[in-house]
């Protein structure tokens, strides 16, 4: 057991949040003893092979845990590209859908055979599910050690803040200084705090060395012409009512509320003009863009995505405005509500090919908890890679050109993103904006029914 526990207490090397990790371990306890014995089956591999080069040694890793997860849980065999549940989920909507993403994104298959998607999905699903998983793993990993220290607040004003700390003589704005620095704070706050993994990292080392330049990017913003700054801020709290009020337990009044909720939802979106949305995303991409080739250009990209759904909203955006069928357009929006939360464009395309609503509902669901349990795990076992110094002094430059390569597959390039307003295009821009809301509204006002 001691062995078992130090494996287990590798955990504490990150931020993460060591309550919930506990709990894990204490209810899921068989799982992680499987996982321990699987890294001491891997740092064995790993002895017995000293001339494996980085990249073989990091992809053995992360297709080790893959494989094992879904031979572990049942509820996760979807994402084995054996799995006999290809033949219960596909073609999607009797191929309509495939057709119609086919309009706006060059580089989907076109196929409406039954048999010829099953074949798509067995192929590109599970390739799609691993390298997304990898790609957040690796990201969370470079992003949440703790032996990687960051910058305070105060040493990153001295570089980014346009009062120019960093030149002779300003140092003595102390009050000044003070008040850009509680703002920044705020301003992190609001940035990470609704993320799936909120990292609070301690004041001396608030901001890490791949947030620098994303921070740099928000802080900014509130220098924009007030349009865009406008559109930034209604984009980032756009669902808060609906966030908060899953928070809480069912009320006697819980219909009332989601009706209110759901209310404050629309009119928010109404405020929100698709050219402003445009051009806000074309200023960020294009700063991001500056960056290129730099160290966490994908990371802030795979962040910006995360934010702004820029990608995936043109597209959706551009396919419903083009639309011209009454059951095309509401199963766009469907779709739409359902995959939201996906950023990444190779995994929105798969899971587009599923057959029906209720089937890519719970993909994505498992999706979300598969990925939490692939990261999680992966974090304890690279960690004793990188502490064995089996990658060398710079590890931590191979992890970000290794998820600068994986990028490839699982983001977009910039000058890919349709940037045309025409049409109707600000209606379908607010219809997809609404979907999630109607959608969580239609199953909780329910909910409140049945109460």
Known sequence: MEHFDKFISRANNFYLDEGIFKGNVDVYKHFFVELFNLNKSIQSHLDSSP?????????????EVYKFIISHFKEFELFDKDSELFLSIAPSYEGWIVSELSKVIPNIKKISDSDAIRN?????????????CFFTALCVFINSRKKDNGRSTNEFLYDFSLMDYNIANLHKADDLLLSEANLLRKTRQKLTSSREVHIQRDEWSTI?????YEMSIA???????????????????????????KKLDHSKDFRLETSDALKKTLSKIKKLKYDNFLELGRGILEQICDKEGKKFYVINLYRFEKKLNLFNITKEVKMLSKCNDKAAEEGILLMSSILSGITFPNLYIAFSHIKKPYD???????????????????LLILDEVVEKNRLGEGWYDFFCEGINEIANEVLYRPDEVDYSAEGRNQEAFERILSAPAYNWYSQNSIKGDDE
């Open 120 to 132: 798509y999905l067995r192929a590109e699903l599970p390739k799609a599910v691993f390298s997304s």
């Open 219 to 245: 802080w900014n913003l509130k220098d924009l012409k007030p349009d865009l700054a406008d559109t930034y801020k209604r984009i980032g709290n756009l669902y808060n009512h609906i966030h908060d009020l």
């Open 208 to 212: 890490s060395p791949d947030t620098e």
């Open 360 to 378: 890519m509902f719970q993909c994505k669901k498992s999706l979300d908890t598969f990925r939490s349990i692939y990261v999680s795990s992966s």
């Open 51 to 63: 001339d494996l080069c980085n990249d073989k040694v990091v992809s053995y890793v992360g297709a």
